[in-house]
């Protein structure tokens, strides 16, 4: 059975009528003299009364010319015959950022609608559905939409502003040159990539909702500062309250933001809660609406001192946050001083100073040079002072991380792991601290601050962390068989779900706000609070719908069928009844004459 891929071509039907109208029409008859009767049988009846209705006359131009108005009628309905056994393949790739939750039920109604009609004359469709980040697994795969949209239902988009490049290639190549790639999103975007089709179905929104959280330390007690973000174009009134992890909820409290602006929130951290829930009213993006938190407790180091560094020792305390002084035995992270003179080998982590008993030589000339390294990228060291002094033992594998002309000031020494001895790092100070300015350089803080956070990366200890959605995360493990697992917790710190963690993979936080656990077995390694801060995500400003799909069914059509393989003989023989029209018209109206 036939389809037609211009269904407009129907209206030449309108030519039937048009020629039975003209038929309808005759010439008045004329009188003519004659001597004898047998030319009657060569003239046609005409009307008596001239170009009016009169009766329809049986002729052969009458047949030729409603015959050649259906040839006409069928070339211009262009008719195409479906393959047998074809399959139409679509390929459809979502948008997977946070943002696609609000749109998430028009979007589905939007394909339930549009993706039926993609089927065209195929006998078969198979559909595959994807996520716009590379390597997540398929949401479905199969020939049934309805199937494929109850999947859709139980996606969730929370991912960060991604670039779809990879995943519509892949697409492409799944549905070969014939297929259909779909990218669903809620924002239109320009030149889409290896012929894909764009199904934008967004809508702008006046969101208002929570970007970040920072901690202080006031008078002995914790203080949280929360900040809020209006990104609609007026001014929103909404409310917050704080639920204490004890079911109980702080009475709510009205706030107001102007258009574009920023508000900052701040209280005490309740002293008898762990795990607390800043709530602002709800609106139609809900993942910033609620601030997830715990209360910050890095993992503790400690800190042994030599006795000629006790002054810098009292500084490190001060500057970096839950470090305690402790002996040398169960230390974290020791201040050595040095003697070159008489080299003892220290171990561990340290930090190390070379001791100079003499009071040193001239002050040393040339530029301070610092090496492109996470310890000292953006510090200051060229207001540093240092005289000549004896040199600490450099090792072949040390990395010279600052230097001034060809002495090296500042190393970096990785110890690696022994049979009695584990891996250690030490940060190697090749100068006496008392021979220098060093005492008063911002610098050094900032230097020994970023090295004791190294070293409290790698120890293994519980703490308790308030995480970005998403944001890579570094978590200190033992080297045994134990699997790590990763809860969600409840305000009470219950838990509600657990799922394994791959194990020598990169680590990020949920993509989902909440409380959460990691532990290692049974030895829980962290406890945590992830939020949503993504900025991008929670603006909808230029969210809009798009539908690229309108020419895509056409496409289809001629891609699973074939057009009328006697296309041509049709025109020949609609050109012959045209002149076997004219040739009959003409001989009549000779006749006539």
């Known amino acids: 059975m036939p389809s037609f891929?211009?269904?407009?071509?129907l209206w030449a039907l309108l030519g039937i009528p048009a020629v039975l109208l003209i038929h309808f029409l005759q010439r008045k008859a004329q009188s003519f003299p004659v001597s004898t009767l047998f030319l009657l049988e060569k003239t046609h009846r005409e009307a008596n009364i001239g170009r009016k209705f009169d009766r329809l006359t049986n002729?052969?131009?009458l047949w030729m010319q409603l015959l050649a108005v259906l040839l006409i009628t069928w070339l211009m309905t262009e008719p195409r015959f479906p393959m047998e056994r074809s399959t139409q393949r679509i390929a459809i790739v979502l948008d997977s950022s946070a943002s696609m939750s609000v749109s998430k039920e028009f979007i589905i109604t939007s394909l339930a609608e549009q993706l039926p009609p993609l089927k065209g004359f195929a006998s078969d469709v198979e559909y595959t559905v994807l996520e716009s980040i590379p390597g997540k697994p398929r949401i479905y795969a199969g020939k049934s939409t309805e199937d494929l949209l109850a999947a859709l239902k139980a996606w969730q988009p929370l991912a960060p502003l991604t670039d779809p490049t990879l995943a519509l290639r892949l697409a492409r190549s799944l549905v070969s040159r014939d297929g259909i790639v779909l990218f669903v999103t809620d924002t239109p975007v320009e030149g889409m990539p290896f012929d894909a089709r764009l199904l934008a179905a967004g809508k702008k929104i006046g969101n208002c909702g929570f970007t970040g959280v920072a901690f202080d330390e006031k008078d002995g007690t914790l203080v949280w500062r929360a900040t809020l973000q209006n990104y609609a174009d007026e001014e929103i009134t909404r409310t917050w309250q704080i639920d204490s992890g004890n079911g109980q909820l702080s009475p709510p409290r009205s706030i107001t933001l102007e258009p574009r602006s920023l508000l900052t929130l701040q209280a005490n951290f309740p002293s008898k809660s762990e795990r607390i829930k800043l709530i602002l009213s709800a609106d139609d993006f809900p993942l910033d609406d609620t601030l997830?938190?715990?209360?910050?407790?890095?993992?503790?180091l400690f800190l042994s001192t030599a006795a000629p560094l006790e002054a810098l020792s009292k500084k490190?305390?001060?500057?970096?946050?839950?470090m305690q002084p402790v002996g040398t035995q169960a230390a974290d992270l020791?201040?050595?001083s040095y003697d070159p003179l008489d080299p003892v080998l220290a171990e561990g982590n340290a930090v190390i100073f070379s001791n100079d008993a003499t009071q040193g030589g001239q002050y040393l000339a040339g530029g301070l040079i610092a090496t492109q390294h996470p310890l000292m990228n953006g510090i200051n060291w060229q207001s540093l002072l240092i005289r000549e002094t004896i040199s600490l033992e450099i090792r072949a594998n040390d990395e010279v991380l600052l230097r001034q002309a060809e002495r090296p000031l500042i190393l970096l020494r990785n110890a690696p792991a022994t049979a009695i001895q584990a891996a250690s790092q030490q940060l190697l100070f090749n100068f006496d601290p008392r021979l220098s300015n060093i005492d008063t350089q911002p610098a050094l803080i900032v230097c020994l601050l970023r090295f004791a956070e190294q070293i409290r990366s790698k120890k293994i200890a519980k703490s308790q962390e308030n995480w970005e959605c998403g944001q890579p995360i570094n978590i200190a493990i033992k080297p045994s068989t134990a699997a790590l697992f990763l809860d969600r917790l409840d305000a009470q710190g219950k838990t509600l779900a657990s799922?394994?963690?791959a194990p020598n993979q990169p680590l990020f936080a949920p993509a989902e706000p909440g409380f959460y656990q990691v532990r290692q077995g049974e030895e829980i390694l962290v406890t945590s609070a992830a939020y949503f801060a993504d900025t991008r995500e929670a603006d909808f400003s230029l969210c809009a719908s798009e539908n690229q799909?309108?020419?895509a069914q056409t496409n289809t059509v001629q891609a699973h069928s074939s057009g009328d393989p006697f296309y041509h003989y049709w025109i020949i023989l609609l050109l012959l009844l045209l002149i076997a029209s004219w040739i009959f018209i003409k001989e009549r109206k000779a006749v006539v004459a």
Do not use: F
């Not at 891929?5 to 071509?9: E, L």
């Not at 997830?292 to 503790?300: A, F, G, T």
């Not at 490190?316 to 839950?322: A, D, H, K």
């Open 292 to 300: 997830h938190l715990v209360r910050p407790n890095p993992k503790q």
């Open 59 to 61: 002729s052969i131009p």
């Open 334 to 336: 020791s201040l050595i």
């Open 316 to 322: 490190i305390l001060r500057s970096i946050e839950n």
């Open 5 to 9: 891929v211009n269904p407009a071509g």
């Open 549 to 551: 799909l309108t020419d």
């Open 499 to 501: 799922q394994s963690i």
